[in-house]
């Protein structure tokens, strides 16, 4: 990924002229202005498209779930959503929130999930996220991040700055299970949705696994001169 990333930028910087006047300008210690000069090459070259695609889809998929009118969307976009909607439908799944900011304090960890799901037949909650990799197999290469980064959610508990750490039940939700959740991936543009069930349990495995792999690197007293 920094690898594309990296090619992406100096193509887009190459096919601008104002972009390689700034770049044979700045000096290598101004970081702001690398920043800006290797953002604008991301965009030049079309690298940040897919980034504000899923920006959007996710926003539109929000809106839908709140039952808000999504007509004015791009055709795109709209298809996208419905193919979501229809999903959501044939597996009875209501959303009961969306973007929680979540703690963690075993794995001292933080974040917003998508949406808390819920199954009305078996009235298990569930932790939803939505993926919108252009990579129709991206499930294939992203299953233990993807894993990990539910059941972080999952076991974690609701926070608010005013008030800290929250119960579900403050919240007027329902707990979220640990055994499994769910990925909505959608390919922008695609029309289509594929819902997929993640083993949890394996993902608060290997979130431990990566607690202590952070925390073993912190050692600094593994080495002496000799």
């Known amino acids: 990924l920094i690898d594309w990333k990296a090619r992406t930028c100096a193509k887009g910087i190459v096919s601008q002229e104002h972009l390689i006047a700034a770049a044979s300008a700045a000096s290598l210690s101004d970081k702001g202005a690398w920043r800006d000069i290797l953002e604008q090459g991301l965009t030049a070259s ?5 980034r504000t695609m899923g920006t959007a889809v996710h926003t539109a998929t929000e809106e839908a779930d709140y039952g808000r009118d999504i007509s004015h969307l791009p055709e795109g976009v709209f298809n996208d959503v419905q193919a979501y909607r229809s999903q959501m439908r044939q597996r009875n799944f209501e959303p009961l929130a969306a973007e929680l900011f979540v703690v963690n304090d075993e794995l001292r960890a933080a974040g917003s999930f998508d949406r808390l799901i819920l199954h ?8 939803l996220d939505l993926k919108t990799s252009s990579n129709k197999d991206s499930a294939k290469w992203s299953a233990v991040s993807w894993a990990i980064q539910l059941a972080v959610y999952a076991n974690s ?4 700055h005013e008030r800290g750490r929250l119960s579900w039940a403050d919240l007027g939700l329902p707990t979220p299970n640990t055994d499994f959740g769910v990925i909505a991936h959608i390919v922008p543009g695609s029309s289509r949705c594929k819902f997929l069930k993640i083993d949890l349990k394996a993902g608060l495995e290997y979130a431990r696994l ?11 007293d593994l080495v002496e001169e000799m």
């Not at 508990?157 to 608010?160: L, T």
Request: charge should be positive; proline fraction near 11%; glycine fraction near 10%.
């Open 210 to 220: 990566a607690t202590e792999v952070r925390e073993a690197r912190k050692d600094k």
């Open 46 to 50: 079309g690298g940040t498209k897919g």
């Open 120 to 127: 009305p037949p078996s009235k298990r909650a569930a932790i």
């Open 157 to 160: 508990v609701p926070y608010c």
